[in-house]
T-cell receptor, first 111, second 113 residues
Framework: ELKVEQNPLFLSMQEGKNYTIYCNYS?????LYWYRQDPGKSLESLFV?????AVKQEGRLMASLDTKARLSTLHITAAVHDLSATYFC???????????FGTGTRLQVTL | NAGVTQTPKFRILKIGQSMTLQCTQD?????MYWYRQDPGMGLKLIYY???????DKGEVPNGYNVSRSTTEDFPLRLELAAPSQTSVYFC????????????FGEGSRLTVL
């Protein structure tokens, strides 16, 4: 059974600082996804990582995938308040595109 | 282009009542899913469907039923509602031939009292 763990679960950071969110998964998965959720809202897709060594960047967010270590990271560069949200990673179980989600990392960026 | 549409957005049920959460998508996606999200938690898969007439259980199917009579619609039925079913329910869909990226509806917040 695929398990996905994120850490930290809560992250308070100052504007302008850098930080990394970690996502570990327990069994082989060929794809890794990152989503953003604002309070009371739906999930918005950020990144789809399809292979070992994949790196994707959008603005101040950069995601990477190491399938050998079963690890994905979401790096935040020079955080701004607008990045405050909950970030979820999810791994694909390989059949019917079923995703298993981590418990999320609630990011709070303070002035 | 509406994407994935869920109704209702909010609902309060009494214990033992039944109801159906509606989900429709206009993207011609074959795969559809129902997830639930409990406060402060990630999403857990309830049921999924790979096409009209085909459904299967996810991680937490007890207390729920689904049907898929058309490509567009994937309703979720709650029978004999219990307080443990208080949650936010998300419907999602994706292309069979895509990268497996799920597109989510806005969610339906259900409270069982």
């Amino acid at each position: 059974e695929l398990k996905v763990e994120q850490n930290p679960l809560f992250l308070s950071m100052q504007e302008g600082k850098n930080y990394t969110i970690y996502c570990n998964y327990s069994t082989t998965s060929d794809r890794l996804y990152w989503y953003r959720q604002d309070p009371g809202k739906s999930l918005e897709s950020l990144f789809v990582l399809l292979s070992n060594g994949a790196v994707k960047q959008e603005g101040r967010l950069m995601a990477s995938l190491d399938t050998k270590a079963r690890l994905s990271t979401l790096h935040i560069t020079a955080a701004v308040h607008d990045l405050s949200a909950t970030y979820f990673c999810a791994a694909n179980t390989g059949t019917a595109s079923k995703l298993t989600f981590g418990t999320g990392t609630r990011l709070q960026v303070t002035l | 282009n509406a994407g994935v549409t869920q109704t209702p957005k909010f609902r309060i049920l009494k214990i033992g009542q039944s109801m159906t959460l509606q989900c429709t998508q206009d993207m011609n996606h074959n795969y559809m899913y129902w997830y639930r999200q409990d406060p402060g938690m990630g999403l857990k898969l309830i049921y999924y469907s790979v096409g009209a007439g085909i459904t299967d259980k996810g991680e937490v199917p007890n207390g729920y039923n689904v049907s898929r009579s058309t490509t567009e619609d994937f309703p979720l039925r709650l029978e004999l509602a219990a307080p443990s079913q208080t949650s936010v329910y998300f419907c999602a869909s994706t292309l069979t031939s895509g990268y497996g990226e799920l597109f989510f509806g806005e969610g339906s917040r259900l409270t069982v009292l």
